[in-house]
């Protein structure tokens, strides 16, 4: 019995090393804050942090999609502050670049409103971004500072990583 429970905790640990460190976030219209629109699952893999959306109630088409530095979405949003940057580059270059870290993969919205495409950010670890922010933006990013911040304009949903 005793060898039993020595493997059983034996294979537990191991599979809590295949599958790596995994957050769920939690995402609400910054209308009013209170709307749930879904979630985003955040989860390590060995090419960089994976985010699968499961998401609702979007208008269709690309939206900026960031780490914002704040564990906040108070004031529609804006209680986030800027884009994630711990390096403090100071720069908007999106995902593959050498700027903020918290720089995503724009998120995709289906016609219905639905976004359920994952994107995978090779720069990123769910450690790094806990105990801050994820916003979705109205318009798109074209990963550069002209216009500022990719274009993405103001504020449409948001979510603490807790
Ligand atoms: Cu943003």
């Known amino acids: 019995?005793?060898?039993?429970?020595?493997?059983?905790?034996?294979?537990?640990g191991l599979i809590n090393a295949a599958f790596a460190a995994s957050v769920t976030i939690p995402l609400y219209l910054t209308s009013d804050g209170t709307t749930s629109i879904g979630t985003v699952t955040a989860t390590d893999t060995k090419y960089g942090l994976l985010l699968t959306p499961a998401l609702k109630d979007l208008p269709p088409g690309t939206h900026g999609f960031h780490i914002h530095v704040n564990?906040?979405?108070?004031?529609?949003?804006m209680g986030a502050g800027?884009?994630?940057?711990?390096?403090?580059?100071?720069?908007?270059?999106?995902?593959?670049?050498k700027g903020h870290l918290g720089d995503l993969?724009?998120?995709i919205v289906?016609?219905?409103?639905?976004?359920?495409?994952?994107?995978?950010?090779?720069r990123l670890t769910v450690k790094e971004i806990m105990?801050?922010?994820?916003?979705?933006h109205e318009g798109s990013d074209n990963y550069t500072d002209n216009p500022p911040m990719g274009g993405g304009g103001a504020r449409i949903a948001c979510g603490v990583i807790k």
């Open 105 to 107: 993969p724009v998120l």
């Open 82 to 97: 800027g884009h994630l940057d711990p390096h403090k580059t100071g720069k908007h270059l999106g995902p593959y670049g």
């Open 1 to 12: 019995m005793r060898k039993l429970l020595c493997l059983c905790l034996l294979l537990s």
């Open 131 to 136: 105990n801050h922010s994820i916003m979705i």
């Open 71 to 77: 564990p906040s979405c108070a004031e529609h949003g």
């Open 110 to 122: 289906k016609q219905d409103g639905t976004a359920t495409l994952p994107v995978l950010v090779p």
